[in-house]
């Protein structure tokens, strides 16, 4: 770069515009000395160049200030150059240098001019990393404005360009040192490789001999095989216990003295009266009327162990027993961040930031922005099936009830991101069965004419 950046300013010295600064121009010769090339388009002025005799350079190098004027002329093929366009095209030049890559691209002219005009050192400065004189340097050479540009002659004036590429130093021994470099670093690489082969042959002698040790163990031990076999099945079923109550435990850390854990065969779950509530493995069953003090009519709710922060969550239960009465079973979600619910309230209902529907197919709501009830499916009756689908990954985050497996006509949307899922039922004798609660890889699809109401 100091030899072209020689040659540019001899040539400004004598009042002459090189005009097609670019790579391939730059030739470098057995000696290392960078010279320059092709000089057709070379004319002796110190302003912009605008005879039609020739066409000026290449687009990818123009200065911004030549896209003006051939639109000011109308000739895209007219003559543009001027001293500091020269400096612009060895202010790219030393860029490609810098970064291994063109910052002026495109398939046309008009591509190429907006790359020119909408080009900005600075940021590209940023990017790449490019800080003190180096940035100094492009911010000077690659100004927008020409006026701005510093000159070939205040370049080497002010040696600024030796500040950034460091001392000369003559290409024959930078061959010479890259190959000696190349060499030492080949040396290492063949005496670590060596190395290597000499770990591995050994690893390979004592992988041999701890298999042949190991065969040795294995049939002086086939006795044991069967007992070793008992051991781990009873270390597993140990350690599925210890998960188990470890989630338990998770799920009771926060709940208040006045609910009870009761533990069924697959779940652990919460129930606000426990002593209202037989079990039997995943049937649940209202074991008294349950009034409160006053006499009057009152329930109470089961929920899931631990909060549901992610995934899509399906919970399926079928009626088994049902009164005269249409609302017996309850099935609803609420916000983790509220209270668990007393005997007497009711998700849907009287829970605060809650939504549930029951078995006379309604969908209630208790939430910041509506607290109602919404009539969407006829009576349910005993061998329906209830299912609700909770999706915490989309957005909005949504929540669907299922009869039968069709969707009932109402959703809701922009639940909270962290649940807690469960029942509540009303009635003596009134009995479900939980059939299934698992995560599904995808949500079910919305069906169209569906009515949404926000949380």
């Given amino acids: 770069m100091r030899d072209v950046l020689g040659g540019i300013a001899f040539l400004h010295s004598r009042g002459e515009i090189y005009g097609d600064l670019k790579g391939p121009n730059v030739l470098i010769g057995k000696d290392g000395i960078a010279k320059l090339g092709d000089f057709g388009g070379v004319v002796g002025t110190g302003t912009m160049k605008t005879s039609n005799s020739a066409e000026c350079g290449t687009m990818q190098f123009w200065a911004p200030e030549f896209f003006k004027l051939a639109g ?31 910052w002026i691209v495109g398939g046309s002219s008009v591509e190429i001019e907006k790359s020119v005009l909408g080009f900005e050192i600075g940021s590209i400065c940023s990017s790449e990393g490019i800080v003190g004189e180096v940035q100094i340097l492009l911010s000077l050479l690659l100004s927008k404005n020409p006026s701005q540009r510093i000159s070939s002659s205040e370049l080497v004036r002010t040696n600024r360009l030796q500040s950034v590429l460091g ?177 007497g309230e009711t998700l849907g209902c009287k829970v605060k930031n809650s939504v549930s529907l029951d078995t006379g197919g309604v969908l209630a709501f208790n939430t910041p922005s509506s607290d109602s009830y919404e009539r969407c499916h006829s009576d349910l009756k005993e061998g329906d099936c209830l299912r609700m689908e909770v999706d915490l990954d989309s957005t909005p985050r949504t929540v669907q009830f299922f009869v039968n497996g069709e969707a009932v006509k109402y959703y809701v949307s922009g639940i909270p991101s962290s649940l807690r899922l469960g029942f509540t039922v009303w009635v003596e004798g009134t009995s479900y069965r939980i059939d299934n609660i698992s995560r599904l890889s995808r949500p079910t699809p919305l069906s169209e004419g569906m009515n949404e109401v926000k949380w």
Wanted: hydrophobic share 30%; net charge negative; aromatic share 6%.
């Fill in 167 to 343: 001392p000369e130093t003559p290409l024959s021994r930078f061959v010479t040192q890259e190959l000696e470099t190349a060499q030492n670093q080949l040396q290492k690489q063949n005496r670590a490789r060596s190395t290597v082969k000499s770990k591995i042959q050994t690893l390979e002698k004592e992988l041999k001999s701890t298999r042949q040790q190991l065969q040795t163990e294995q049939r002086a031990h086939q006795a044991d095989k069967s007992k070793i076999q008992s051991l781990e099945n009873e270390l597993s079923t140990a350690q599925e216990e210890i998960r188990r109550l470890k989630d338990a435990a998770d799920a009771h850390r926060d709940v208040p003295r006045s609910v009870h854990p009761t533990t069924s065969a697959m779940y652990s779950f919460v129930f606000t009266d426990p002593s209202h509530f037989r079990v039997n493995n995943t049937e649940f069953t209202r074991t008294d009327v349950g009034v409160d003090d006053y006499g009057d009519l009152t329930c109470s709710s089961v929920l899931f162990p631990g909060v549901f922060r992610n995934g899509v969550i399906s919970v399926e239960i079928t009626l088994l027993s049902l009164d005269d009465n249409n609302g017996d079973v309850v099935i609803g979600l609420m916000d983790s961040n509220n209270p668990l619910p007393e005997i």
């Fill in 72 to 102: 000011k002329t109308g000739k895209t093929g007219s003559s543009i150059g001027s001293f500091a366009g020269d400096m612009w095209a060895f202010g790219q030049l030393l860029l490609e240098m810098l970064t291994s890559r063109s």
